[in-house]
C-alpha cells in the first residue's frame, strides 16, 4: 500500500524524468532556437504540442493505481505546455491527454473528473501565456496546476458512487497530486532561463552587426562596385560566410566567396528567391537547398534593403553546408540589413547633398552680378578718356575677378590666392565710388588654405550695405591675423551698421532675401569649420569675422 510520502516522492520522480528530458533536449540546437523564438511557425507549433502530449499521456501511464485513481503528472505537462507556448499548444496537450485518460478507463470513477480537469488546465494555462507578466508566470503555473487538482478531487467527490469510495480516494491522492504540481514552476523556469538567453544572443548579435556596420563604415563614403565587394568581404569573414552578395532591385552589385567566378558585376538577378524577397519585402531562409544554381549551396539567407519602407537592394549569405542559418544568425543578418540600409540611404543623401553643394559653389562662382558688370565696364569707359594707365588696370582687375569666378573648384586654395580675387573686386568698386571708398588691409603672413569665395561676400555686403548706405565716405578694413593656433579673417566697415534683428534672423537661418550673401558665407563657414559667422555691431559700422585653424578640416 502506497503511502503520501511515497506518493509524493513518486510524483516527484516522474516530474523529474519530465524536466531530464527537456533539458537534454534544449541542448539541441534546432528545438533550442525554436525555443527563443517570439512567434513559431505551424510546423514548430505542431512539434511543440507533441512533445508536451507525449510528456501528458507518459504522465498518465507511469501514474501509480490507488483504488481506481492514478496519481500522475498529467496536470503538469498541460500546464507547462500552455504556460510557455500559449493557448493552442495548452489546449491541444489538455484536450488529448484528457480523452486519453479518459479512454483507457471508460467507466473509472476518476475518469470524467480527469478529463473535465485536464481540458480546463489547458485553457486556464493559454490565458495564463496571453495575460500574465512574463517573470510570473510560473508563480500563476503552480496556482493553476494546483486548483485544477482541486477540481478533479471535488469532481471525484461529486460524481463518485458511492460516495464513500470517492472520499477514500480523495483522501489518499489530493496531498500528493496538490503538491506535486510544485514541479510545474520548475519546469517553466527551466524553459524560461532558455528564453533568456535569447537577449543575451540578441546583444552578442547587435555587437557583431554594429562591428560589421562600424568596420563597413568607411565603404560607405562612396559607394561602388569596389566598396559593396569590400563591404560584402568583412561581412564575410566576420560571419565566416562561405559567400555575400549585395544587389539593387535588378542586378548583382557584389558577389564575394565561393562561386564568384559564375556572377558578372552589373548581370541581371536570376534567383526567384531574391525577386521574391524584392517582391514581397520579407527575408527568406533555407536551411537545404537542393535545386541552387550553384549546387555546392545548401544554406542561404536573403534580406531585403529598405528605405523609406520601399525596397531597394537584398542582402545575400551563402554557406555550403545544411542547416547554417540559425536563428541568431538570422537575427543578426536582418539588424546588419537595416544598418546598411540607412547607411545607403545616408551615402546617398550625402551624394545629393554634396553634387547640390558643388552646384550652389559653382552658380555662385560663374554668376557675374550683371549690375556689377554693367557699373564696372562704364567705369573702365569713363577712366578710358582720362587716365588710359589706370584703365588698364581695371581691365586687368575684371579679367582677374572673372576668372577667377570661371575657374576656381570646390577644393580648399591658398588664401592669398582668395585676397588676390577680393583685391580685383576692391579695385573696381574703388573706380566705381572714388572717394566715398577706402580699403585697407592688415595682412599677416600665414600659410592656410579656405574654401574659394568666402571673403569676397563680405567685402561686398560691407560696401552694399554697409558703406553706400551713408552719405560720407567711409572705410572697409580686411584684415587676416595670426593668433598661433588659429587665423582670424575679418571684414569691418565704418557704414550704417547691421541691425541686431538681422544678427538673430542670421542665426535662426530666416534670412531676408538681401542678405542671402551672407547668410550664404555664414551656413558655409559653419559646415567646414564647425561655427558661423561672429557679427558685432560697432560705432559706427559692422565688424564680421570668423576663425579657422591652422590644421585645415
Not at 101 to 124: E, K, Q
Not at 425 to 431: D, L
Not at 488 to 501: A, N, Q
Request: charged residues 20%; proline residues 3%.
Amino acid at each position: 500500500m502506497n503511502t503520501t510520502l511515497e506518493m509524493l516522492i513518486h510524483i516527484f520522480e516522474r516530474a523529474a524524468l519530465l524536466l531530464i528530458s527537456l533539458f537534454f533536449m534544449i541542448r539541441i540546437p534546432r528545438f533550442k532556437e525554436s525555443l527563443q523564438k517570439d512567434r513559431h511557425s505551424p510546423t514548430e507549433r505542431a512539434i511543440i504540442t507533441l512533445v508536451f502530449c507525449l510528456f501528458a499521456i507518459f504522465g498518465t501511464y507511469s501514474g501509480i493505481n490507488v483504488e481506481g485513481s492514478l496519481v500522475n503528472v498529467r496536470i503538469v505537462a498541460v500546464v507547462s505546455g500552455g504556460i510557455l507556448f500559449g493557448p493552442w499548444v495548452g489546449i491541444i496537450t489538455g484536450i488529448v491527454s484528457g480523452v486519453h485518460r479518459y479512454l483507457i478507463d471508460i467507466g473509472g470513477i476518476t475518469s470524467i473528473p480527469c478529463l473535465i480537469t485536464s481540458i480546463i488546465a489547458g485553457i486556464v494555462s493559454g490565458y495564463i501565456n496571453r495575460r500574465v507578466k512574463r517573470s510570473l508566470r510560473w508563480i500563476y503555473g503552480i496556482a493553476a496546476g494546483m486548483l485544477s487538482e482541486m477540481l478533479t478531487m471535488i469532481l471525484i467527490l461529486a460524481m463518485a458512487n458511492p460516495f464513500e469510495l470517492g472520499l477514500d480516494i480523495v483522501s489518499k491522492i489530493a496531498f500528493p497530486m496538490i503538491i506535486g504540481e510544485v514541479n510545474i514552476g520548475l519546469i517553466v523556469l527551466l524553459v524560461m532561463s532558455v528564453e533568456g538567453e535569447k537577449e543575451m544572443i540578441a546583444a552578442r548579435q547587435a555587437k557583431l552587426a554594429l562591428d560589421i556596420a562600424n568596420k563597413t563604415l568607411p565603404y560607405f563614403r562612396s559607394i561602388n562596385s569596389d566598396s559593396l565587394k569590400k563591404i560584402c568581404s568583412v561581412i564575410k569573414n566576420e560571419i565566416k560566410a562561405d559567400a555575400v552578395a549585395i544587389t539593387d532591385t535588378h542586378n548583382v552589385l557584389a558577389y564575394v566567396g565561393f562561386g564568384e567566378e559564375r556572377y558578372k558585376i552589373g548581370q541581371e538577378i536570376i534567383s526567384d528567391l531574391t525577386k521574391e524577397v524584392i517582391h514581397s519585402g520579407k527575408f527568406i531562409i533555407r536551411n537545404k537547398v537542393e535545386d541552387h544554381h550553384t549546387p555546392q549551396i545548401h544554406s542561404l539567407l536573403i534580406v531585403p534593403f529598405e528605405e523609406h519602407g520601399e525596397v531597394t537592394g537584398t542582402l545575400k549569405i551563402y554557406y555550403r553546408k545544411a542547416y547554417k542559418m540559425t536563428f541568431s544568425l538570422q537575427t543578426m543578418a536582418i539588424g546588419l540589413s537595416q544598418i546598411i540600409s540607412t547607411l545607403m540611404e545616408v551615402s546617398r543623401i550625402e551624394k545629393i547633398r554634396e553634387a547640390a553643394n558643388r552646384a550652389e559653389l559653382k552658380a555662385l562662382q560663374t554668376k557675374i552680378n550683371p549690375h556689377f558688370l554693367f557699373n564696372a565696364l562704364n567705369a573702365i569707359a569713363s577712366t578710358t578718356r582720362r587716365n588710359p594707365d589706370k584703365a588698364r588696370e581695371l581691365i586687368i582687375n575684371l579679367s582677374g575677378y572673372m576668372r577667377y569666378n570661371l575657374e576656381v573648384s570646390d577644393e580648399l586654395i591658398d588664401i592669398h590666392k582668395e585676397l588676390e580675387q577680393v583685391r580685383d573686386y576692391v579695385q573696381i568698386e574703388m573706380a566705381r565710388f572714388g572717394n566715398r571708398l577706402m580699403v585697407q588691409y592688415d595682412i599677416d603672413e600665414v600659410n592656410v588654405n579656405i574654401p574659394s569665395l568666402l571673403i569676397q561676400p563680405l567685402v561686398e555686403n560691407a560696401i552694399i550695405h554697409g558703406i553706400l548706405k551713408e552719405k560720407g565716405p567711409g572705410v572697409v578694413t580686411i584684415s587676416v591675423k595670426d593668433l598661433g593656433s588659429k587665423v582670424r579673417i575679418s571684414v569691418k566697415d565704418t557704414g550704417d551698421g547691421i541691425k541686431e534683428e538681422v544678427i538673430q534672423q542670421l542665426q535662426q537661418d530666416d534670412v531676408p532675401a538681401n542678405k542671402i550673401g551672407l547668410y550664404n558665407v555664414h551656413q558655409r563657414v559653419k559646415l567646414i569649420y564647425g561655427h558661423g559667422l561672429v557679427i558685432h555691431r560697432l560705432s559706427p559700422g559692422t565688424e564680421v569675422f570668423f576663425d579657422i585653424e591652422k590644421e585645415n578640416p
